[in-house]
């Protein structure tokens, strides 16, 4: 099976930065995705990486989040750039066919 583990949220504030990681048990050969969840919201997407190395956005990140995996591809890395205080929530990576991580919190705020 799959196991993967995110870590790196925290607090920040407004037009700061944070980088979200993603570890897997093993390498993954397919799609990469992450996605994000707000209090009292559905869980959004985010971000995808393809085993390729192709990348897709959702419309509310594009310009400011990027993702991007090591060449073991057993990490998977989510660069948030000017932060805003709408991408405050707890942030899930996964592999196609296999279990959500258990979330990473993301707050921000001043």
């Known amino acids: 099976q799959l196991q993967v583990v995110e870590s790196g949220g925290g607090l920040v504030q407004p037009g700061g930065s944070l980088r979200l990681s993603c570890a897997a048990s093993?390498?993954?050969?397919?799609?990469m995705d992450w996605y994000r969840q707000a209090p009292g919201k559905l869980r959004e997407f985010v971000a995808t990486i393809t085993n390729t190395g192709s990348t897709n956005y959702g419309d509310s990140v594009k310009g400011r989040f990027t993702i991007s995996r090591d060449s073991a591809k057993r990490m998977f890395t989510l660069q948030m750039n000017s932060l805003k205080p709408e991408d405050t929530a707890v942030y899930y990576c996964?592999?196609?066919?296999?279990?959500w991580g258990q979330g990473t919190q993301v707050t921000v705020s001043s």
């Open positions: 996964r592999a196609r066919g296999y279990d």
């Open positions: 093993r390498s993954i050969f397919a799609t």
